[in-house]
T-cell receptor, first 113, second 113 residues
Framework: ETGVTQSPTHLIKTRGQQVTLRCSSQ?????VSWYQQALGQGPQFIFQ???????GRGNFPPRFSGLQFPNYSSELNVNALELDDSALYLC????????????FGSGTRLTVV | DQQVKQNSPSLSVQEGRISILNCDYT??????FLWYKKYPAEGPTFLIS?????DKNEDGRFTVFLNKSAKHLSLHIVPSQPGDSAVYFC????????????FGKGMKLTVNP
């Protein structure tokens, strides 16, 4: 059983650029949630995808968008990057939107300069 | 508006003693609570959870207590071990909708040999 894998592990982008982060869900899981963890803060919910549909969104602007594929892997896209977007981006997968077995990946560290 | 609060940023205890980590919440809709442990360069790892229908849940050295009237929960680790040194996050959820987790800021636990 493979866990949640995220790529890349680290990324440096320039303000105004666009970025795509990727997440492969744990085997058997059909739900993916994305979180942003700024330095010294707890993870903050960005949005969740269940069976390729968005199933809830946190307080993030529309330039944060996502996608879930038929194999339940997911992408997080951020347009027009701002310095405050610098953070650790975590992906978590689970089954049927539930919290049981909610498993996090190691994250992508994004630095915007 | 912090709905989940971990007011102490750090705690240091001696190996073999008890570690008590506290968490307060403000949202009465929360009915499921979790503790996660996070090592550097890794994603949060699930530790223990409790439903609002219970006031205590135990798993080996870890016990979580929930006081609904005070909107307070605590994690007890007995006995503490050096390998428990990590950042601990309290998280809460209101089940039945988008299963997002609301996290506290975390507390760094250091267990000294």
């Amino acid at each position: 059983e493979t866990g949640v894998t995220q790529s890349p592990t680290h990324l440096i982008k320039t303000r105004g650029q666009q970025v795509t982060l990727r997440c492969s869900s744990q085997s058997g899981h059909n739900t993916v949630s994305w979180y942003q963890q700024a330095l010294g803060q707890g993870p903050q919910f960005i949005f969740q995808y269940y069976r390729e549909e968005e199933n809830g969104r946190g307080n993030f602007p529309p330039r944060f968008s996502g996608l879930q594929f038929p194999n339940y892997s997911s992408e997080l896209n951020v347009n027009a990057l701002e310095l405050d977007d610098s953070a650790l981006y975590l992906c978590a997968s689970s089954l049927d939107r539930g919290l049981y077995g909610y498993t996090f990946g190691s994250g992508t560290r994004l630095t915007v300069v | 508006d912090q709905q989940v609060k971990q007011n102490s940023p750090s705690l240091s205890v001696q190996e073999g003693r008890i570690s008590i980590l506290n968490c307060d919440y403000t949202n009465s809709m929360f009915d499921y609570f979790l503790w996660y442990k996070k090592y550097p360069a890794e994603g949060p790892t699930f530790l223990i959870s409790i439903s609002s229908i219970k006031d205590k849940n135990e798993d080996g050295r870890f016990t979580v207590f929930l006081n609904k009237s005070a909107k307070h929960l605590s994690l007890h680790i007995v006995p503490s071990q050096p390998g428990d040194s990590a950042v601990y996050f309290c998280a809460a959820a209101a089940q039945g909708g988008s299963e997002k987790l609301v996290f506290g800021k975390g507390m760094k636990l250091t267990v000294n040999p």
